[in-house]
């Protein structure tokens, strides 16, 4: 069975889906009607801008979201998922390219996340870091035991796991981890603690978005971060894309999940690999490609 992945916010670069813009007609008038829609013309930031430009929140998701979509569109009739999934951001990618979205209100939720992602960011400084080479339970232990605002928030790959916090919570918390046995506790470049309770204010505001917004019945189950489990109902699919910004990304877990479920052969859509890596990680048995 075929599992379509969704990258999330990292997985930028340069170019990304220029050549979709430059031989696709079809491709071409989403990526223009992408630039009518967010008021600003990101295609010229996605093909010629800088690192630093890409790299601003309000551009890199709604970028990697488009390079995701657009190319899912261009498969055509070859697009045929027995089940979808994405990581952090890639979530809606995945349910625009499954039918649950629209293109339309998939963009806009996008943008609007990551406005209020920024918002809170900004609002209270603080930070993330990926810890390698240390069991989960170890890492969740540790945290609970931190003062500070400090949580477990992507479950990568078993022996890689993500934290979010606070400055000083991640500081502490790294110290800990390596003195409890981390081959590294390394504090990632992001803008703010992705995936915490200081999500919290951006939670409040796209949760009104998506609660006016209309959810179709997709095509094939999308496993969500939130619950790592199968979902088709459109409002238990709402609820948890509500729930995903202050929630773990559980995508070991839902890896392990999609093949339980039957999936042998991952696709990737959109910039990157890194998820490829990450599914060989949970299990080197299964294939996984980019489309």
């Known amino acids: 069975m075929k599992a379509y992945i969704f990258p999330g916010q990292g997985a930028q670069f340069i170019g990304m889906g220029k050549d979709l813009y430059d031989n696709n007609p079809e491709s071409h008038n989403y990526f223009e009607k992408a630039n009518d829609i967010l008021g600003f013309r990101i295609t010229d930031i996605m093909f010629n801008g800088t690192e630093d430009e890409l790299r601003q929140t309000r551009v890199t998701q709604p970028a990697i979201f488009l390079h995701s979509v657009i190319l899912a569109f261009s498969l055509g009739e070859a ?74 928030a992507n479950y990568n790959s078993p022996g890689q796991l993500v934290i979010s916090g606070s400055i000083k919570g991640i500081d502490i918390a790294c110290e800990l981890i390596k003195a409890a046995g981390a081959r590294r506790a390394l504090p990632l470049k992001v803008g703010g603690a992705f995936h915490s309770p200081l999500m919290e204010p951006a939670r409040i505001e796209l949760a009104e978005a998506i609660d006016s917004t209309h959810f179709n019945v997709g095509i094939c189950p999308v496993f969500q971060n939130v619950n790592a489990s199968a979902v088709t109902n459109p409002d238990e699919i709402k609820e948890n894309l509500i729930k995903q910004l202050t929630s773990p990304v559980r995508w070991t877990q839902t890896v392990r999940n999609m093949i339980a479920y039957g999936a042998n052969h991952f696709v990737e859509v959109g910039p990157g690999t890194v998820l490829q890596g990450l599914v060989k990680k949970v299990d080197a048995t299964v294939e996984a490609v980019s489309a």
């Open 79 to 152: 697009f045929t998922p027995d089940m979808v999934a994405g990581h952090s951001l890639g979530e809606f990618s995945s349910l625009v390219a499954n039918g649950v979205l629209s293109f339309e209100d998939g963009l806009q939720l996008v943008y609007k996340r990551a406005l209020a992602m920024q918002k809170a960011c900004e609002a209270e400084p603080s930070t993330m870091a990926a810890i390698i080479g240390l069991d989960d339970e170890t890492v969740e232990r540790i945290c609970e035991e931190i003062e500070e605002v400090v949580v477990p």
